[in-house]
């Protein structure tokens, strides 16, 4: 935790030199002693009348969203692949459609979803979920396709049968290589929701972003991306805690895993 | 009486056939070892009398009753992924327990008090993965012994283990069976641990797997390779082990360039190669 601390501070503090000795245009990169205070001062508003678009109202759209549509999208790809690997006859068909579904790029869904849905929260969630869906199924069936074989004989063998053998073996045998697949769609599903948002849905952080753009308005621009990144930052930690919290055997013992922090 | 009778069994994968004829009777309270090349099918055999797999053709009797199933007085125990990694230990032993009804607490009790029989009960609260390789087997033989098996079938049990552990674990199965009393088959493809172990050694051709040997060895435990009965065993298994093992690694040509050679010298190599590589 110290090492990412003190990266924040270099990075932030580089800026703030840079923009002070020149080397940095201002007027483009303007620096965190530039933009935090103007997001104070202004609360973040910018456009006019219906366009009027304030910081907290996009920040909150954009995580409504994006909670919504992952948590959609994992639990849709949580139950499907497991379903497609209970089932071998749906497998059959299941996981090509999964397999010609999910290559289709987040952003690509969001002429449909528009359409579909107009350009408020509902594309944001749809494109989220299209976005994170299909190749969540596929991580979760390859997550329960790869458990030892061992590890069913011996639940077997101990007289283990029908869900009992799903729930207390299968699943927890499988959640390392799932869990793994979640912290990953969520970084699908936030560059889904800000796609989706700089290209048609008039909305949240990434239509506010570039809307700063739009009018010049670059401290505002510059505050979007850093929130961007803190936010995405801050939700990844989360479901790491999360992870530690669930499986937590993973991090006692020689075989720990969760190195990968 | 016979606590495993096994008859006119064969067991195919699609075209290929796994083991072809196999009629065997296994005593009760024997420890029978299986010893073979690899892919000789005796994991598969294994399975089969676990009832994890059924057989193509044949039957199976465990204690004068068919295997249709796993049935609860047989236990199967493997090389690795035998113990729960997101199970403590306790809860590991408890499994069985759990499985065959007991309430949460009743079966934790009786997972501790057989993890203290076998001097484990202070990694009781551990994960697997705290454990090392030579532990994680002794929780899984508690975890098959607090079922009280009349059966225990163990796939390659030690082989994942280096060797001063082998050796210590060895004689620790041998004790084992002799607490329990329970009927033993051990699939191993190291000739010696059969011999320090097993009162019978069944010794399995190339696939299609099948009997071709079978060999009593009436040496009382502990016992030294050094031994004559073993020493005499121990030559007649050896070559028929070489000949097999040759025969499934080598083609035509180049085992008439090993016979060239004097197939005496490449012995020792060829069943070094066989006894260190995978099952």
């Not at chain 2, 298994?237 to 050679?261: K, N, R, Y």
Request: aromatic letters at 6%; glycine letters at 12%.
């Amino acid at each position: 935790m110290g090492g990412l601390i003190a990266a924040w501070i270099v990075l932030g503090g580089a800026w703030e030199v840079g923009a002070r000795l020149g080397v940095l245009n201002p007027a483009i990169l303007p620096p965190p002693s530039q933009f935090i205070p103007y997001l104070f001062a202004t609360s973040g508003s910018v456009g006019l009348g219906v366009n009027k678009v304030s910081y907290a109202a996009a920040l909150a759209a954009t995580v409504v969203r994006v909670g919504i549509g992952f948590g959609l999208g994992v639990g849709a790809g949580l139950i499907v692949g497991t379903l497609l690997s209970a089932l071998p006859w749906a497998r059959v068909i299941g996981v090509p459609i999964a397999q010609i579904l999910a290559p289709i790029a987040p952003i690509a869904w969001i002429p449909l979803a528009i359409v579909l849905f107009g350009t408020g929260d509902g594309a944001a969630v749809f494109v989220v979920f299209m976005g994170i869906a299909a190749s969540m199924t596929l991580a979760v069936v390859a997550a329960l396709g790869g458990v030892p074989g061992e590890y069913v004989k011996s639940a077997r063998s101990l007289g283990s049968t029908g869900w009992r053998l799903w729930l207390r073996v299968i699943l927890p045998a499988a959640a390392p290589g799932v869990a793994t697949a979640v912290r990953l769609s969520f970084f699908a599903a936030w560059m889904s929701v800000l796609a989706g948002e700089m290209a048609g849905i008039n909305s949240g952080l990434g239509s506010l972003v570039i809307l700063g753009q739009q009018e010049f308005q670059m401290k505002l621009v510059m505050a979007g991306l850093v929130t961007i990144g803190l936010l995405g930052f801050g939700f990844d930690r989360l479901l790491l805690l999360i992870r530690r919290r669930l499986l937590w055997w993973e991090s006692r013992g020689a075989r720990a895993v969760g190195a990968d922090a | 009486m016979p606590e495993i009778s096994i008859s006119g069994l064969c067991r195919d994968f699609g075209h290929h056939r796994a083991l072809d004829r196999v009629d065997l009777t296994i005593e009760s309270g024997s420890l029978t070892a299986f010893v073979g090349p690899t892919g000789c099918g005796k994991t598969t055999l294994l399975e089969l009398i676990a009832g994890l797999q059924h057989p193509t053709r044949g039957r199976i009797t465990v204690d004068g009753e068919d295997v249709v199933g796993p049935r609860r007085d047989t236990i199967l125990i493997f090389q690795d992924h035998n113990l729960f990694d997101w199970l403590t230990v306790c809860d590991n032993v408890a499994f069985g327990l759990r499985v065959r009804g007991l309430s949460k607490r009743e079966a934790r009790r009786r997972a501790i008090e057989q993890l203290e029989r076998v001097g484990l009960a202070s990694f009781a609260d551990r994960v697997p993965g705290e454990l090392s390789g030579g532990m994680r087997q002794r929780v899984a033989l508690a975890r098959a012994l607090v079922l009280a098996p009349k059966v225990l079938l163990m796939d390659e049990p030690l082989g994942s283990l280096d060797h001063q552990t082998r050796r210590i674990m060895q004689r620790y199965l041998v004790s084992v069976w002799r607490q329990s009393q329970a009927t033993i088959v051990l699939v191993t493809h190291d000739l010696d641990e059969a011999l320090r172990l097993a009162d019978r050694i069944v010794l399995f051709s190339a696939s299609p797997g099948r009997p071709i040997d079978v060999v009593d060895i009436p040496a009382p435990h502990p016992r030294s390779l050094e031994d004559g009965r073993l020493r005499q065993a121990r030559d007649r298994l050896l070559t028929h082990l070489e000949e097999e093992v040759a025969l499934t690694e080598f083609a035509g040509a180049e085992l008439a360039a090993l016979a060239e050679s004097g197939f005496e010298s490449s012995v020792v190599k060829v069943h070094g190669g066989a006894s260190d590589g995978s099952a």
